[in-house]
C-alpha cells in the first residue's frame, strides 16, 4: 500500500518516486509487466474467492484496491480518482471475473493532494447490493482493537515488488507499527508491506465476533515497495460517506457509537483467508457472519414485539407546488425498519429498503392527494403513518417527467380527487424500487 505526506507523489498511469528519506509510490500505478508468479512481500496469493469483499478499481489508466464497506457501497482513495471508474470482483485486476459499473464515484472534497492523508477518501456507489459478504468500517468499540503491535490484515492487487506489474489479489498479515493522529502505519521494516495498485485497498482487523473490519485505507508506502505503509483513519470517512451516499453505514452502533444492532449487522466477511465457491455466481458459496455480536448481544437476542414508528416529515399537509420532495421518518426499537413504502391515493407508488427513507422528487398535476408512509420492520410488523394531504393548485407539473442530469422513473396512476397524472421520481433512490427486498430474519 502507499504513503502520502508533504512532499509524496501520487501515482496514475504509472508509479512514481520522489526523494526524502527515501522513495515513495502510492498505490495506484497500473502497470504493462505481466504478472509475475511469487507473492507480495511475505504474503500470498489469495484463494478463489478468498475475501471477495475486496475489489478492484480501474478508470482505463489508473488500478486501485478498494473494500466493500456496505452492500452498495465501495471505500477507496482519493487519489485514485473518480472519472469511468469500473469495480473488478474476483482474482485479478487484469482480467476481473465480475466487472460492476457504479452510478456513482466521488472523492473527498478536502483532498488536495500530497499531505492530504488524513481524508485520502473516495466512494463509488452501485446501483444493486453485491451479493458478497461485506467488510463493514470499525466503529464503537471495535476501534479499541487498533493498538501499536496489533497484527492487522492487508489486501490489495499492488505489486510484488517496483515495476514487477500488478494484478492478482495478495493478502498478507502485518503489525500495526504507530497510531498517529491522520493516519496509522502498518508492515515493512522487513514485514510485509504494500505497492503500486494496492492504493485504497483495506487494513483489517479481526472483530470480537470472529468477523472482519475496516480499520484504514491505504494512502502511501514509503521506502519503495513494501515499505511502510500510510493508512487514512476509516472512521473518519463515516459521516461523508454517510451524507452522499445516502446509506447507513453503522448498522450495528447509533450515531454516538453505543451498541444499536439491527437486523442489517449481519452477514459480515469471516475472519480468515479461505476462499470457497466460484466468481461465476458471485462465489455465492463463500460464508457470511452471523449476526454481530462484536460490541453487546445480537440483534435478533430478544423477541421484537413492537412495530416502527414512521411519520412523513416531507411535504406538510396544505397547498404545495407541482414538484414535491417526499421524506419519511421511521424507527423500530427491535430489528430494525426493513423497508418504507409511498402510498398515495390508497396505491403504492415507490419503496425503499434503506435508510433515510427519501423518494425524491414527485411530480403532481393539479389536485388534491392523499400521502401515507407504511413501514414494515425486520420481524413483519407494519405501521402506517398519519396520512398528510397535500394541495397543487395552478398549472402542476410541467409534464416533461425528466430533470435534468437525473434518473425518471415514471409511475401511472389514477387515482385522486384531482387526478394523479404521472408521477416522476427523479432521484437515485428509486433504485431501491428494482431490488428483491432483503431477507427477514
Same mark, same amino acid.
Given at each position: 500500500?502507499?504513503?502520502?505526506?508533504?512532499?509524496?507523489?501520487?501515482?496514475?498511469?504509472?508509479?512514481?518516486?520522489?526523494?526524502?528519506?527515501?522513495?515513495?509510490?502510492?498505490?495506484?500505478?497500473?502497470?504493462?509487466?505481466?504478472?509475475?508468479?511469487?507473492?507480495?512481500?511475505?504474503?500470498?496469493?489469495?484463494?478463489?474467492?478468498?475475501?471477495?469483499?475486496?475489489?478492484?478499481?480501474?478508470?482505463?489508466?489508473?488500478?486501485?484496491?478498494?473494500?466493500?464497506?456496505?452492500?452498495?457501497?465501495?471505500?477507496?482513495?482519493?487519489?485514485?480518482?473518480?472519472?469511468?471508474?469500473?469495480?473488478?470482483?474476483?482474482?485479478?485486476?487484469?482480467?476481473?471475473?465480475?466487472?460492476?459499473?457504479?452510478?456513482?464515484?466521488?472523492?473527498?472534497?478536502?483532498?488536495?493532494?500530497?499531505?492530504?492523508?488524513?481524508?485520502?477518501?473516495?466512494?463509488?456507489?452501485?446501483?444493486?447490493?453485491?451479493?458478497?459478504?461485506?467488510?463493514?468500517?470499525?466503529?464503537?468499540?471495535?476501534?479499541?482493537?487498533?493498538?501499536?503491535?496489533?497484527?492487522?490484515?492487508?489486501?490489495?492487487?499492488?505489486?510484488?515488488?517496483?515495476?514487477?506489474?500488478?494484478?492478482?489479489?495478495?493478502?498478507?498479515?502485518?503489525?500495526?507499527?504507530?497510531?498517529?493522529?491522520?493516519?496509522?502505519?502498518?508492515?515493512?521494516?522487513?514485514?510485509?508491506?504494500?505497492?503500486?495498485?494496492?492504493?485504497?485497498?483495506?487494513?483489517?482487523?479481526?472483530?470480537?465476533?470472529?468477523?472482519?473490519?475496516?480499520?484504514?485505507?491505504?494512502?502511501?508506502?514509503?521506502?519503495?515497495?513494501?515499505?511502510?505503509?500510510?493508512?487514512?483513519?476509516?472512521?473518519?470517512?463515516?459521516?461523508?460517506?454517510?451524507?452522499?451516499?445516502?446509506?447507513?453505514?453503522?448498522?450495528?452502533?447509533?450515531?454516538?457509537?453505543?451498541?444499536?444492532?439491527?437486523?442489517?449487522?449481519?452477514?459480515?466477511?469471516?475472519?480468515?483467508?479461505?476462499?470457497?465457491?466460484?466468481?461465476?455466481?458471485?462465489?455465492?458459496?463463500?460464508?457470511?457472519?452471523?449476526?454481530?455480536?462484536?460490541?453487546?448481544?445480537?440483534?435478533?437476542?430478544?423477541?421484537?414485539?413492537?412495530?416502527?414508528?414512521?411519520?412523513?416529515?416531507?411535504?406538510? @399537509?396544505?397547498?404545495? !407546488? *407541482?414538484?414535491?420532495?417526499? &421524506? =419519511?421518518? /421511521? $424507527? #423500530?426499537?427491535?430489528?430494525? +425498519?426493513?423497508?418504507?413504502?409511498?402510498?398515495?391515493?390508497?396505491?403504492?407508488?415507490?419503496?425503499?429498503?434503506?435508510?433515510?427513507?427519501?423518494?425524491?422528487? @414527485?411530480?403532481?398535476? !393539479? *389536485?388534491?392527494?392523499?400521502? &401515507? =408512509?407504511? /413501514? $414494515? #420492520?425486520?420481524?413483519?410488523? +407494519?405501521?402506517?403513518?398519519?396520512?398528510?394531504?397535500?394541495?397543487?393548485?395552478?398549472?402542476?407539473?410541467?409534464?416533461?417527467?425528466?430533470?435534468?442530469?437525473?434518473?425518471?422513473?415514471?409511475?401511472?396512476?389514477?387515482?385522486?380527487?384531482?387526478?394523479?397524472?404521472?408521477?416522476?421520481?427523479?432521484?437515485?433512490?428509486?433504485?431501491?424500487?428494482?431490488?428483491?427486498?432483503?431477507?427477514?430474519?
Amino acid at each position: 500500500m502507499h504513503r502520502r505526506g508533504r512532499g509524496w507523489v501520487c501515482a496514475g498511469a504509472a508509479s512514481v518516486a520522489v526523494v526524502l528519506a527515501g522513495d515513495a509510490r502510492a498505490a495506484g500505478a497500473r502497470t504493462a509487466a505481466s504478472t509475475p508468479p511469487t507473492p507480495i512481500f511475505a504474503g500470498a496469493e489469495a484463494e478463489i474467492c478468498a475475501f471477495p469483499g475486496v475489489v478492484s478499481l480501474d478508470d482505463g489508466s489508473t488500478r486501485c484496491t478498494g473494500a466493500l464497506v456496505h452492500p452498495r457501497l465501495v471505500l477507496y482513495a482519493a487519489h485514485c480518482g473518480a472519472t469511468g471508474m469500473k469495480i473488478g470482483f474476483g482474482q485479478s485486476a487484469v482480467a476481473p471475473d465480475q466487472v460492476v459499473e457504479p452510478e456513482l464515484c466521488r472523492v473527498h472534497p478536502d483532498y488536495g493532494g500530497l499531505g492530504d492523508e488524513a481524508v485520502d477518501f473516495a466512494f463509488c456507489r452501485l446501483a444493486e447490493p453485491a451479493p458478497v459478504p461485506t467488510l463493514p468500517i470499525a466503529f464503537g468499540c471495535e476501534e479499541a482493537l487498533l493498538q501499536p503491535k496489533a497484527e492487522a490484515v492487508i489486501v490489495g492487487y499492488g505489486e510484488t515488488e517496483s515495476g514487477a506489474g500488478d494484478g492478482p489479489k495478495r493478502w498478507a498479515a502485518a503489525p500495526v507499527r504507530l497510531v498517529l493522529a491522520d493516519y496509522f502505519e502498518v508492515g515493512g521494516l522487513g514485514e510485509a508491506g504494500v505497492c503500486a495498485g494496492d492504493s485504497g485497498g483495506p487494513a483489517l482487523l479481526r472483530a470480537a465476533d470472529d468477523t472482519w473490519r475496516v480499520f484504514g485505507v491505504a494512502s502511501v508506502h514509503a521506502a519503495g515497495c513494501g515499505g511502510i505503509g500510510h493508512y487514512a483513519y476509516a472512521r473518519e470517512a463515516i459521516a461523508w460517506l454517510e451524507e452522499q451516499a445516502e446509506l447507513d453505514l453503522t448498522p450495528c452502533h447509533a450515531g454516538d457509537g453505543t451498541w444499536r444492532p439491527d437486523f442489517r449487522c449481519s452477514d459480515f466477511a469471516p475472519a480468515d483467508s479461505a476462499g470457497a465457491g466460484t466468481w461465476s455466481d458471485f462465489c455465492a458459496a463463500a460464508p457470511a457472519g452471523p449476526a454481530g455480536t462484536s460490541c453487546g448481544p445480537a440483534f435478533d437476542a430478544a423477541a421484537d414485539d413492537t412495530p416502527p414508528t414512521v411519520a412523513i416529515t416531507s411535504p406538510v @399537509a396544505g397547498p404545495q !407546488p *407541482g414538484v414535491v420532495e417526499v &421524506v =419519511a421518518a /421511521a $424507527e #423500530d426499537v427491535g430489528w430494525g +425498519v426493513a423497508e418504507v413504502a409511498l402510498e398515495i391515493d390508497g396505491a403504492v407508488q415507490a419503496s425503499d429498503d434503506e435508510p433515510p427513507w427519501r423518494f425524491g422528487a @414527485a411530480e403532481f398535476s !393539479p *389536485g388534491t392527494y392523499t400521502l &401515507v =408512509a407504511i /413501514a $414494515e #420492520d425486520a420481524a413483519g410488523h +407494519v405501521t402506517r403513518s398519519e396520512p398528510v394531504t397535500i394541495e397543487v393548485e395552478g398549472d402542476g407539473a410541467s409534464g416533461t417527467g425528466e430533470a435534468e442530469g437525473d434518473e425518471g422513473c415514471g409511475c401511472a396512476s389514477g387515482g385522486g380527487r384531482g387526478g394523479l397524472v404521472w408521477l416522476v421520481f427523479w432521484t437515485w433512490w428509486m433504485g431501491h424500487v428494482r431490488r428483491a427486498r432483503r431477507a427477514r430474519a
